[in-house]
């Protein structure tokens, strides 16, 4: 596959999901699309599926980047972490209906159960860590703590509705990723944080410094999503001042994406 037609991949991707309910941007989609492109030992781990947009986006890129599968965690229970949605259909039924429509079922490898239930007994490495579940403080952290030690060196963990409002994902994206020395590369890509695990590799120093730079942004952030969750008064205007000020464009990103995945592609 060309560049081209990797990008190619990447639009087909955006006018696929346009078809299944849910919140993902293009930019967000062309960033998930690109994911399991990465090279290296593990697997691909959704937390948070609901109906099927992001399992699809993963696995029809997973398949072009012949590999065998990912999996995907979601209860798929009425709850308030579920985003309305209007189909009389049941979520269940949705789910499994547009993973079936868009021939992925036979390679999404699903998990019916909370992801702390699905933590106590995973054991496989992990290349991609996607987080998209419960939003919470708490719930975001059980996602990432859950599965952290899986992480392989080189590998992606990618959290969505970080600069939205939303308490969870912005602050474990800051404290578990940002703040970590176990974690190289860092961004925003619409709203999905993202980070590279190194291991015991310490990042440089250019890395730390843009970590730190994006960390301090995104910390102005964290007295306003304290409030909300906790129904307490903010000043709104602030926050979405503040966010603004938030890098969160595509290019950086992919150009970061592609150096690693130019040097394989070829072979694909
Ligand atoms: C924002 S939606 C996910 C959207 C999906 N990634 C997409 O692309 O459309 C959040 C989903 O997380 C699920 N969820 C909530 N808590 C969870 C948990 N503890 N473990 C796994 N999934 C959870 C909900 O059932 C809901 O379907």
């Known amino acids: 596959m060309d560049n081209e037609q990797f990008n190619q991949h990447?639009?087909?991707?955006?006018?696929?999901?346009?078809?299944?309910?849910?919140?993902?941007t293009v930019r967000e989609i062309?960033?998930?699309?690109?994911?399991?492109?990465?090279?290296?030992?593990?697997?691909?781990?959704?937390?948070?599926?609901?109906?099927?947009?992001?399992?699809?986006?993963?696995?029809?890129?997973a398949i072009r980047a012949m590999r065998a599968r990912i999996h995907a965690c979601d209860p798929l229970l009425p709850s308030d972490?579920?985003?309305?949605?209007?189909?009389?259909?049941?979520?269940?039924?949705?789910?499994?209906r547009h993973i079936r429509q868009h021939d992925v079922a036979g390679i999404v490898e699903?998990?019916?159960?909370?992801?702390?239930?699905?933590?106590?007994?995973?054991?496989?490495?992990?290349?991609?860590?996607?987080?998209?579940?419960?939003?919470?403080?708490?719930?975001?952290?059980?996602?990432?703590?859950?599965?952290q030690e899986y992480l392989k060196p080189g590998a992606v963990v990618c959290i969505h509705d970080v600069i939205h409002e939303f308490e969870g994902?912005?602050?474990?994206?800051?404290?578990?990723?940002?703040?970590?020395?176990?974690?190289?590369?860092c961004g925003i890509c619409g709203s999905i944080g993202w980070g590279?695990?190194?291991?015991?590799?310490?990042?440089?120093g250019k890395q730390w410094s843009e970590k730190i730079s994006l960390s301090r942004k995104l910390s102005r952030l964290v007295p306003h999503l304290v409030?909300?969750?906790?129904?307490?008064?903010?000043?709104?205007l602030r926050y979405k001042i503040d966010r603004a000020r938030i890098p969160h464009s595509e290019p950086n990103l992919f150009r970061w994406l592609e150096e690693r995945i130019r040097a394989t592609i070829g072979n694909r």
Request: zero cysteines; proline letters at 5%.
């Open 81 to 96: 972490t579920v985003p309305k949605f209007t189909s009389d259909e049941k979520l269940p039924d949705l789910f499994h």
């Open 30 to 61: 062309r960033f998930l699309a690109t994911l399991p492109f990465l090279t290296g030992e593990g697997e691909i781990l959704e937390i948070g599926s609901f109906m099927g947009r992001s399992t699809t986006i993963l696995a029809k890129s």
């Open 110 to 147: 699903f998990h019916q159960v909370k992801s702390s239930e699905l933590a106590k007994s995973w054991n496989l490495p992990l290349r991609i860590l996607w987080i998209d579940g419960d939003h919470s403080y708490k719930g975001a952290m059980v996602d990432f703590e859950g599965f």
């Open 169 to 185: 994902p912005t602050r474990v994206l800051i404290e578990k990723i940002l703040l970590s020395a176990s974690f190289g590369d």
């Open 227 to 236: 409030s909300v969750a906790n129904g307490l008064p903010s000043n709104r």
């Open 10 to 24: 990447l639009n087909e991707m955006v006018t696929m999901a346009s078809g299944i309910e849910g919140h993902l």
């Open 196 to 204: 590279q695990y190194i291991g015991d590799r310490a990042p440089t």
